[in-house]
């Protein structure tokens, strides 16, 4: 079990940036991959971007090169930097870790962000 405590997320304008943080509760080495997840209103949950434990990160075709993943393994804490933000951004975003040894995926408790003049 993990605990994923997302925070970060507010109103901005369109063109302007957040960053958002998921925080795990133990390594994040310890799962296959990290990954930010969205859902807007009215709109199914979509696979934003994926750092996984080897290899490179992916991102979702609508948000290349405006959205960047990383992490920092001595906090255990996995980012998502937002930049050059659209109105169709907003959402509430998730932080996810899937444990292949297990088939088990994780969740936070979401974000809201909200893109608006």
């Known amino acids: 079990q993990v605990q994923l405590v997302e925070s970060g997320g507010g109103l901005v304008q369109p063109g302007g940036s957040l960053r958002l943080s998921c925080a795990a509760s133990?390594?994040?080495?310890?799962?296959?991959?990290m990954n930010w997840y969205r859902q807007a209103p009215g709109k199914q949950r979509e696979l934003v971007a994926t750092i996984p434990n080897s290899g490179s990160t992916r991102y979702a075709d609508s948000v290349k090169g405006r959205f960047t993943v990383s992490r920092d393994a001595a906090k255990n804490t996995v980012y998502l930097q937002m930049n050059s933000l659209k109105p169709e951004d907003t959402a509430v975003y998730y932080c996810?870790?899937?444990?292949?040894?297990?088939?088990?995926?994780?969740w936070g408790q979401g974000t809201q962000v909200t893109v608006s003049s």
């Open positions: 133990r390594n994040i080495f310890s799962f296959n991959a």
């Open positions: 996810n870790a899937f444990d292949g040894a297990t088939m088990t995926s994780n």
